[in-house]
């Protein structure tokens, strides 16, 4: 396992809204950008608001040298609403 870094930033805050760590796979960032992506959500659920959230994924792309994940999309609320996001993941 290795630790990771999720920064996740927000409209409703208008700021970093978010800096979130958690363990996955050594390989995680060989994967496809949206698997790293899903694999966060999946912390999130599990660690982090103990339910799941939905949400809808815009883009998700690596850099260049593979070491970061950056995506965009809306978390889906409860009420319909939907949370834009803009969301970095690095080692």
Known sequence: ?????AKMLNTAEGSLAGSYPFDAPDDLLGKPADQVVRAFF??????????HVDFEMN????????????????????DDGHLPFLL????
């Open 1 to 5: 396992m290795t630790h990771y870094e």
């Open 88 to 91: 970095l993941i690095s080692r």
């Open 59 to 78: 883009a998700a792309f690596k850099s260049k040298d593979g070491n970061a994940v950056t995506a965009m999309g809306a978390l889906i609320l409860k």
């Open 42 to 51: 999946e912390h999130v659920d599990k660690e982090i608001l103990h339910e």
